[in-house]
């Protein structure tokens, strides 16, 4: 028995699990993936690493940039280029290391699928795992997953337990998908004179970064190339992602006039099926009316990506705690709090 199940551990999740913890409540992450963070993902291949999803930080409120100045001070991230306005941040060992952080002192499972949720005469909530037969009993459940993702574990709820418009607010969420090419280069390759560009209308880039000028003393030229939504819908199916990464970097060398792009030494392909929302649930947390506390919190909510799941997880914790315990939760001071780490 624990008091809350966190289910995803992406940037939502942790925070909301951070906030619980330390105000004393029994808090277990579950995560299908083997590492943390979520979007905030970095590959580690050919003996570097790169960012494959969230590429860099721009916070836009107070609040954000308090958690962005707290990691500026652990040296965990740093401005990527000073001359731009407003700064771009990253983190020179891998966008994880945010999700590292934040992970310190939680209690994670892993490689760990929840694939049934099911309420018990005792009033809690009873998880089932994937890969064992172990149960988790819970007095509450965050689902910090995306909106379609978490269509899938709730639906067999049903209406009567959930409430009518839960679902049907859970299932007018919609997200974009993206491919994201990371591939390296001969480090005899003329570089270009910028780190990163931005594509608004093209029908197959979203954007290219340089990945390994955020990286200390690089081995080699690293970029990340992501792709544009309809481009990723195409070929979001494919068996081989190869070929598909091969045709974004002959895009990308024809469009940015860099012949060199097209022949990487190595090339590695990611699929995500749900990188960006396209149609956000307009508040900062959705709840089902259910007399347990079941609380959805992502960047789904309210929007603004990586800001937007802090938001949205902070948010979920206080509702959390508005149906527990109504402890005394740490409001603008929370990332002060984090002294253990």
């Known amino acids: 028995m624990i008091d809350v199940a966190v289910i995803g551990a992406g940037m939502a999740g942790l925070v909301c699990a951070q906030q619980l913890k330390q105000a004393g409540y029994s808090v277990l992450v579950v995560e299908k993936s083997r590492g ?4 905030m993902a970095t590959r580690r291949l050919h003996d570097t690493w790169a960012d494959h999803g969230t590429c860099y930080l721009k916070p836009k409120g107070e609040f954000f940039q308090e958690f962005i100045d707290l990691l500026c001070d652990r040296q965990i991230i740093t401005v990527w280029n000073h001359d731009q306005l407003p700064p771009r941040y990253i983190a020179p060992a891998g966008m994880s290391a945010i999700a590292k952080f934040l992970a310190q002192g939680l209690d994670i499972l892993l490689n760990q699928r929840v694939i049934a949720i099911h309420s018990t005469p005792e009033n809690t909530w009873q998880l089932t795992l994937e890969s064992s037969n172990e149960e988790i009993i819970a007095k509450a459940v965050v689902v910090a997953i995306p909106a379609p993702q978490a269509v899938m574990l709730l639906e067999p709820l049903g209406e009567n337990l959930l409430g009518t418009d839960f679902l049907t607010n859970l299932k007018a969420v919609e997200f974009a998908p993206c491919l994201s090419a990371i591939a390296g280069y001969p480090n005899s390759t003329p570089l270009p004179d ?12 979203g954007w290219i970064g340089l990945d390994s000028s955020k990286r200390p003393q690089p081995k080699q030229p690293v970029f990340v190339v992501q792709s544009s939504a309809n481009f990723a819908q195409l070929h979001l199916e494919s068996s081989d992602l190869q070929p598909v990464g091969q045709k974004m970097l002959h895009h990308a060398a024809q469009t940015l006039a860099l012949p060199w792009l097209e022949t990487p030494e190595w090339l590695q392909v990611h699929r995500w099926r749900y990188a960006f929302p396209s149609h ?31 938001l949205s997880g902070l948010a979920a914790a206080f509702a959390i705690n508005h149906h527990l315990n109504q402890v005394t939760l740490a409001n603008v001071n929370f990332f002060k709090n984090f002294t253990f780490l």
């Open 36 to 39: 943390l963070g979520g979007r």
């Open 280 to 310: 956000s649930w307009t508040e900062s947390i959705l709840s089902a009316s259910a007399s347990l506390p079941l609380v959805c919190c992502g960047d789904w909510c309210g929007g603004n990506l990586v800001e937007g799941a802090m």
């Open 194 to 205: 910028w780190q990163a560009q931005s594509f608004t209308d093209d029908p197959v880039l």
